[in-house]
């Protein structure tokens, strides 16, 4: 039966979890912001160390021989394809007497279709002097091309109708001679052949001047291309504002910038695999969420914040030593990526249960260790391994240790046979909060529950684990038994509730 469930569990989890994935990207805030300001400033710097060259503008009105109203552009885009070839920029370069390669000149222009009819050139020079006379090279050179294929296909088609018409006439003159020479035959078969070539004189005469009118006609048109194409906006220098350009910059830097950095942080959090929402937590290392709690700031806080803080880490306390009193074991607090707060939660759990009966702190934290400060007046007696062994005695015990990489697992026995987890968010992977449920497990230590630091201010998911069936059957009243993480039945536990403590009064079950 939990095979099946679990099998139907794992075929119905999503390959990325976008609830996870959103939560993670937005933890990860400093980061995408940090890159979206750097994108900001070097948008910036970019404009100001490498300012744009020197530009001029020139408009071509251009006339097409087959221009019509519903015309989608087709034959000023090819107007815009004929500006970039070598042939024009070789031209414009002649004209202006340069020796630079016309495939190094095309990289200093383009041009764009304003409409059907409107090309805007635009050319770059090193000086507004220079990039004016090159925009007047280029459209001069545009204007002859465009005026020379004009009349080279005037003249084409007016050739090709003239030549038509030529070839008509010479049958036209062979029918009047077949006519003449059939006007001395008699008789009728001699009648019938003449109306026949008579008909075909006449519709070869209309054909002849059909041509001859089409010719003159394709003749006629072409001034009116011609006199059509022309520089309608003389080549001006564009004044170009360094602060609309750094701005214009800096503004594409902080959009690029912030989507780099949130694909970054998007694939970091996939490939990490830092589980962050209290319910993945909770399910990894097969214990229920008990508190919440922000992490210790290293630098002080406002007096609003502290007061919210204080007030959090007191309902913390609360809640662990109604815990650990209920316990005849000892009871261990072990951290994973959180030894401050950690560290403090144990002086502040320390300090409640004083108030029955001493209290032996067991300090194995990694880094400063408590157990070698001088003592403070109030707070609990602090210990390291070897004090707490020469000195065992009638007071209770409370442990304070590690699950990090690199923990000695068969100390931890020691701190307590029962144990609290003190787990940051989105520090340990999937992979190792498993390692941890698997090693505690091996040395028989019970996780009470876990105490999350540093949580999503807007998870609304449950850290709550149920052993039992998932929906209890309609007409069952009783509760579920309660079972630990491993699959075995545990006895005279208590049973909590899952309290989210942030800094608000808010509670999540």
């Known amino acids: 039966m939990t095979t099946s469930t679990t099998s139907e569990s794992a075929a119905a989890a999503p390959l990325v979890d976008l609830q996870a994935l959103v939560v993670a990207v937005r933890r990860s805030r400093r980061f995408w912001c940090a890159m979206a300001l750097l994108g900001l400033l070097a948008g910036a710097a970019l404009a100001v160390l490498r300012p744009p060259p020197p530009t001029a503008l020139v408009k071509v009105l251009v006339a097409h021989q087959a221009d019509q109203p519903n015309d989608p552009g087709t034959l000023i885009r090819t107007d815009v394809a004929l500006l970039q070839t070598t042939g024009i920029a070789g031209r414009a370069l002649q004209s202006l007497g340069s020796s630079e390669k016309p495939e190094d000149f095309m990289k200093d222009y383009g041009g764009i279709g304003l409409t059907n009819n409107m090309l805007q050139i635009t050319v770059t020079g090193h000086s507004e002097e220079e990039a004016v006379a090159r925009g007047k090279a280029l459209a001069d050179a545009f204007v002859a091309d465009h005026v020379r294929r004009i009349k080279e296909s005037a003249d084409a088609q007016a050739k090709a109708l003239l030549d038509q018409r030529d070839r008509l006439q010479e049958q036209l003159d062979e029918v009047n001679r077949t006519i003449g020479d059939g006007s001395q035959q008699g008789g009728p078969k001699a009648s019938a052949s003449l109306e026949t070539l008579f008909a075909s004189r006449a519709e070869l005469t209309a054909r002849i001047t059909d041509f001859g009118q089409r010719a003159a006609e394709a003749q006629v048109g072409t001034p009116q291309l011609v006199a059509g194409t022309q520089i309608v906006d003389a080549p001006r220098a564009v004044r170009q504002s360094l602060t609309a350009t750094a701005a214009t910059d800096a503004a594409i830097g902080l959009v690029l910038g912030l989507v780099l950095g949130l694909a970054v942080a998007a694939v970091g959090t996939v490939v990490a695999d830092r589980p962050v929402l209290r319910r993945d937590i909770a399910a990894n290392l097969g214990a229920s969420v008990i508190a919440e709690l922000r992490r210790v700031p290293r630098r002080p806080a406002g007096r609003w914040q502290r007061r919210r803080t204080r007030a959090a880490r007191a309902r913390v306390t609360t809640t662990l030593a109604r815990t650990v009193r209920g316990s005849a074991e000892a009871v261990s607090l072990l951290e994973l990526g959180c030894a401050r707060s950690t560290g403090a939660i144990a002086l502040d759990l320390a300090g409640a249960?004083?108030?029955?009966?001493?209290?032996?702190?067991?300090?194995?934290?990694?880094?400063?260790?408590?157990?070698?400060?001088?003592?403070?007046?109030?707070?609990?007696?602090?210990?390291?391994?070897?004090?707490?062994?020469?000195?065992?005695?009638?007071?209770?015990r409370l442990g304070v240790g590690s699950v990090s990489p690199g923990t000695t697992w068969t100390d931890l026995p020691f701190l307590g046979t029962r144990t609290v987890l003190v787990v940051r968010a989105g520090h340990g992977s999937t992979a190792w909060l498993h390692t941890v449920a698997r090693q505690l497990a091996d040395q028989d230590i019970p996780v009470i529950g876990v105490v999350l630091i540093d949580p999503d201010p807007r998870d609304r998911t449950d850290g709550t684990l149920w052993d039992g069936p998932n929906a209890p059957a309609r007409g069952r009243t009783e509760r579920p038994a309660r079972h630990t993480g491993t699959g075995r039945r545990r006895t005279g536990v208590t049973t909590m509730w899952t309290s989210r403590v942030p800094d608000s009064d808010q509670e999540v079950r």
């Open 353 to 396: 249960l004083g108030e029955e009966g001493p209290v032996a702190l067991v300090d194995e934290l990694p880094g400063p260790r408590f157990a070698k400060r001088g003592p403070r007046p109030g707070e609990p007696t602090v210990v390291d391994g070897e004090g707490a062994t020469a000195g065992a005695g009638q007071e209770r």
